[in-house]
T-cell receptor
Framework: GAGVSQSPSNKVTEKGKDVELRCDPI?????LYWYRQSLGQGLEFLIY????????KSGLPSDRFSAERTGGSVSTLTIQRTQQEDSAVYLC???????????FGSGTRLTVV | QQQVKQSPQSLIVQKGGIPIINCAYE??????FPWYQQFPGKGPALLIA?????SEKKEGRFTISFNKSAKQFSLHIMDSQPGDSATYFC??????????FGAGTTVTVRA
């Protein structure tokens, strides 16, 4: 596609439920990133995928968070047993090779009630 | 712990004014400092970036000033327009893929 596509654009879930957020990177981009944007705060790095290399998961805030990238393309960020503090905008980005030069999607706004 | 501190949180200027956003960092190993512009409902987009061996960089109406000794850098928007109203983020990286972002500044340019 022309840009990074994320779905859903908005998600409201009940505390304790699991959610899956999807990211379709720009075709041909080998690197994919997830960031979290909380209200009034900057973006927080979560995870990085590069080709077939092991992902850098150092930014995941707890073991309730996991992500996978299938076939070097689409990625899914999963949050288990959601908590209210998980409410944020989750942004995905992709790039051709490594930084600099990555493109962000419009994000998924997650609200945990 | 936020590695990049950004101020102010918000500011309002009249059309033609020059909003100035300031950022400070601690890690002297940072070697690339990008600025992002974000409109409501959209992801951040790279606006302009600078390396620490340069004291100033201009792209159109956007200028970055960099003070390596003070570990500070700032964004100036010259002749600001209502279309510049957005949230601006400064960031820093060690030259790899992880960006450390400031908290963001919401700029409003009144017509």
């Amino acid at each position: 596609g022309a840009g990074v596509s994320q779905s859903p654009s908005n998600k409201v879930t009940e505390k304790g439920k699991d959610v899956e957020l999807r990211c379709d990177p720009i075709s041909g981009h080998t690197a994919l990133y997830w960031y979290r944007q909380s209200l009034g705060q900057g973006l927080e790095f979560l995870i990085y995928f590069q080709g077939n290399s092991a992902p850098d998961k150092s930014g995941l805030p707890s073991d309730r968070f996991s992500a996978e990238r299938t076939g070097g393309s689409v990625s899914t960020l999963t949050i288990q047993r959601t908590q209210q503090e998980d409410s944020a905008v989750y942004l995905c980005a992709s790039s051709l090779g490594q930084w600099p030069g990555y493109t962000f999607g419009s994000g998924t706004r997650l609200t945990v009630v | 712990q936020q590695q990049v501190k950004q101020s102010p949180q918000s500011l309002i200027v009249q059309k033609g004014g020059i909003p100035i956003i300031n950022c400070a960092y601690e890690n002297t190993a940072f070697d690339y400092f990008p600025w992002y512009q974000q409109f409501p409902g959209k992801g951040p987009a790279l606006l302009i970036a600078i390396r620490p061996d340069v004291s100033e960089k201009k792209e159109g109406r956007f200028t970055i000033s960099f003070n390596k000794s003070a570990k500070q850098f700032s964004l100036h928007i010259m002749d600001s327009q209502p279309g510049d109203s957005a949230t601006y983020f400064c960031a820093a990286t060690l030259g790899d893929y992880k960006l450390s972002f400031g908290a963001g500044t919401t700029v409003t340019v009144r017509a």
